[in-house]
């Protein structure tokens, strides 16, 4: 069964630091996409990556990157030298192609905080 | 602006009061999807609909209905809503070729008393 597991529950940085935040997945597909969604204060949910599993190279956008590792199920959510807007809650979210393209499964999210 | 419009923003209500909360997008997009959100727990998926005229349930359907008569359109119906159904709701649409490419709602925080 698809299943997401963000482990870290909370995460508190101070403002330039690196933070890492894990995503774990299961499933039992050999072809399906990976996502991360970010919910800032405000509430509403924006997406940020998608990723299928035959692409396993690592994406950088501008202080984000994220770390696809097949070998160990994981699609781990970097953020370089962190400011304050980037406190949230950090969504992963696993959907399998195929026959069942209609879900995407969430995680439980990371709550980041990033203090001045 | 391209974007998902959810009404009302918040509703507090009673046990057993029908209620709706709407969902409207003006991005042309077939699917959309109701989730609730509630702590520890993630987003969880209520119903989507491929397109007009389908829907299906997703992991959380119990005590929901929806309908599809537009593609613009999704309402989200508590019939009789009960304290359980306490949650913050979110509607999302996604373009076609882009899969799980979310765009949400801002979210209806709905409080059953």
């Known amino acids: 069964a698809q299943k997401v597991t963000q482990a870290q529950t909370e995460i508190s940085v101070v403002e330039k630091e690196d933070v890492t935040l894990d995503c774990v997945y299961e499933?039992?597909?050999?072809?399906?996409?990976l996502f991360w969604y970010k919910q800032p204060p405000s509430g509403e949910l924006v997406f940020l990556i998608r990723?299928?599993?035959?692409?396993?190279q690592n994406e950088i956008s501008g202080r984000y990157s994220w770390n696809f590792q097949k070998s160990t199920s994981s699609f781990n959510f970097t953020i370089t030298a962190s400011q304050v807007v980037d406190s949230a809650v950090y969504f992963c979210?696993?959907?399998?192609?195929?026959?069942?393209?209609?879900?995407?499964?969430f995680g439980t999210g990371t709550r980041l905080q990033v203090f001045p | 602006e391209a974007q998902v419009t959810q009404n009302p923003r918040y509703l507090i209500t009673v046990t057993g009061k029908k209620l709706t909360v709407t969902c409207s997008q003006n991005?042309?997009?077939?699917?959309m999807s109701w989730y609730r959100q509630d702590p520890g727990l993630g987003l969880r998926q209520i119903y989507y609909?491929?397109?007009?005229?389908?829907?299906d349930k997703g992991d959380v359907p119990e005590g929901y209905k929806v309908s599809r008569k537009e593609k613009r359109n999704f309402p989200l119906i508590l019939e009789s809503p009960s304290p359980n159904q306490t949650s913050l709701y979110f509607c999302?649409?996604?373009?076609?070729?882009?899969?799980?490419?979310?765009?949400f709602g801002s979210g209806t925080q709905l409080s059953v008393l």
């Open positions: 609909s491929m397109n007009v005229e389908v829907t």
């Open positions: 990723r299928n599993s035959f692409d396993e």
């Open positions: 979210a696993l959907s399998e192609a195929g026959y069942n393209t209609d879900k995407l499964i």
């Open positions: 991005m042309n997009h077939e699917y």
């Open positions: 999302a649409s996604s373009p076609p070729g882009v899969w799980g490419k979310l765009f």
């Open positions: 499933t039992r597909d050999t072809t399906y996409y």
